[in-house]
Nanobody, 121 residues
């Protein structure tokens, strides 16, 4: 089992920034591709960003490209999501997830419990 715990969510004004963190434990973190997903009220869960084992490759949803940056620190078993220029439509519960191979769609092998991000206009 790989346990994932997100943190860093909160309330921010439009145009502001937040950095989400996801700490992993239980298995070899560096063996997994790591992704961020989000679910807005009344909407399906959607892909946000993905990073490869050592961080050399990343992928982003078009809606966040140029504003969000995913990164990882394998020494700390942590993946991050830096979110800049936030918009009200970024309001959602954000989840980190781990998978054994590269993909941008669910299902994923492991999920965190989620952290709420609310962007006020």
């Amino acid at each position: 089992q790989l346990q994932l715990v997100e943190s860093g969510g909160g309330l921010v004004q439009a145009g502001g920034s937040l950095r989400l963190s996801c700490s992993a434990s239980g298995r070899t973190f560096s063996s997994y591709f790591m992704g961020w997903f989000r679910r807005a009220p009344g909407k399906e869960r959607e892909f946000v960003a993905l990073i490869s084992y050592r961080g050399a490759n990343t992928n982003y949803a078009d809606s966040v490209k140029g504003r969000f940056t995913i990164s990882r620190d394998n020494a700390k078993n942590t993946v991050y999501l830096q979110m800049n220029s936030l918009k009200p439509e970024d309001t959602a519960v954000y989840y980190c997830a781990a998978n054994s191979y590269w993909k941008v769609v669910v299902p994923y092998d492991y999920w965190g419990q989620g952290t709420q991000v609310t962007v006020s206009s």
